[in-house]
């Protein structure tokens, strides 16, 4: 009985965690907000137990921040922080496209990529932010599979910079994207040749590019 409670107690926490998680991608808590304990209690009918626990968790991803006399608020990384992540993820990812140039004949990776090139084509820059977002996540992810080495993904979604993604493509505007997508298929067009040179130099000048853009991101959103 007592483990049965333990299980259902573990299964509300998490169900907690993954709902402010999303609102954070999502834009619906934005950076330097706080998260009233009263109002998420009601908003995801959780008592303070679970929720206390949910944000602990949230803190130790990074994703919260406990501040004196303002309690949990969403976390508001510096423009130093973000400067120094992007920074080290042009250098992983553009390992990552270089590796999955040199094995695109390696197993089904070929037709994997040549699949993501289809929707890539497709892609529309004028779709909707969580769309574009999630076809923006998978596209990198992919090329991160296809590198063979799961020490880069596992890196590289340590230095994502969630609380700030929404709020950066929400200020992109169409021709931006229609910029990114053209990046991808680059990345993609390398890839496939097996020209691990181009591959890498292709992803470093898409992340730099972010970084670039990334500037323009107002001040309220970032911490000291």
């Known amino acids: 009985?007592?483990?049965?409670?333990?299980?259902?107690?573990?299964?509300?926490?998490?169900?907690?965690?993954?709902?402010?998680?999303?609102?954070?991608?999502?834009?619906?808590?934005?950076?330097?907000?706080?998260?009233?304990?009263?109002?998420?209690?009601?908003?995801?009918?959780?008592?303070?137990?679970?929720?206390?626990?949910?944000?602990?968790?949230?803190?130790?991803?990074?994703?919260?921040?406990i501040e004196p006399y303002r309690g949990a608020i969403v976390s508001r990384p510096s423009r130093e922080d973000v400067a120094n992540t992007l920074q080290l993820r042009e250098v992983l990812e553009g390992l990552a496209a270089r590796l999955a140039?040199?094995?695109?004949?390696?197993?089904?990776?070929?037709?994997?990529?040549?699949?993501?090139?289809?929707?890539v084509a497709k892609s529309n820059a004028a779709s909707e932010v969580a769309t574009f977002m999630s076809d923006n996540e998978q596209f990198h992810g992919l090329i991160l599979d296809?590198?063979?080495?799961?020490?880069?993904?596992?890196?590289?979604?340590?230095?994502?910079?969630?609380?700030?993604q929404t709020a950066f493509f929400r200020m992109i505007d169409q021709k931006v994207r229609s910029y990114s997508l053209a990046q991808h298929?680059?990345?993609?067009?390398?890839?496939?040749?097996?020209?691990?040179?181009?591959?890498?130099r292709a992803m470093r000048a898409h992340i730099a590019r972010t970084s670039d853009l990334a500037k323009r991101l107002p001040d309220a959103l970032f911490g000291a």
């Open 1 to 65: 009985m007592e483990k049965a409670k333990a299980s259902s107690a573990k299964t509300v926490v998490e169900s907690t965690i993954e709902a402010i998680k999303s609102g954070i991608f999502e834009g619906r808590y934005a950076p330097g907000q706080r998260l009233i304990e009263a109002d998420l209690t009601r908003e995801l009918n959780v008592s303070r137990g679970p929720l206390r626990e949910a944000l602990g968790r949230l803190v130790a991803d990074g994703l919260v921040d």
């Open 101 to 119: 140039a040199e094995r695109i004949d390696i197993g089904d990776n070929r037709k994997r990529l040549l699949a993501a090139q289809e929707a």
């Open 146 to 164: 296809l590198s063979g080495n799961p020490q880069l993904g596992r890196l590289v979604s340590q230095m994502q910079l969630p609380t700030l």
């Open 185 to 200: 298929a680059d990345i993609m067009n390398a890839i496939l040749a097996g020209d691990a040179t181009a591959a890498e």
